[in-house]
């Protein structure tokens, strides 16, 4: 099931590398593809539950999807997810 997600707190390649490796390392998720032009994270989830899943990982690494609350935490750990994906 291909999914789309629109994601706050994406600003550059870090952020696309921290968030390439955490929905990658997911159990039935590939072909993670994450624009950020248009701050969207696809990708194709094994079903509804394996994407709500992924939709909460990248919440929880802060990038929650447009329509959730983002906070100064969630954004905090967006910066430290893109210094960790600017590292690699």
Do not use: H, W
């Not at 955490?22 to 539950?49: C, H, P, Q, R």
């Not at 994407?51 to 100064?72: D, H, M």
Request: proline share 1%; charged share 20%; net charge positive.
């Amino acid at each position: 099931m291909k999914t789309s997600i629109i994601v706050q707190n994406l600003k550059c390649g870090g952020c696309a590398n921290t968030i390439t490796s955490k929905i990658t390392a997911l159990d039935n998720i590939t072909d993670v593809i994450v624009d950020t032009e248009t701050s969207t994270v696809s990708f194709n989830a094994g079903s509804a539950s394996d994407a709500l899943f992924a939709k909460e990982k990248l919440k929880s690494i802060g990038y929650p999807s447009i329509e959730e609350n983002n906070n100064t935490f969630t954004k905090a750990k967006s910066i430290m997810s893109c210094a960790t994906g600017k590292i690699r």
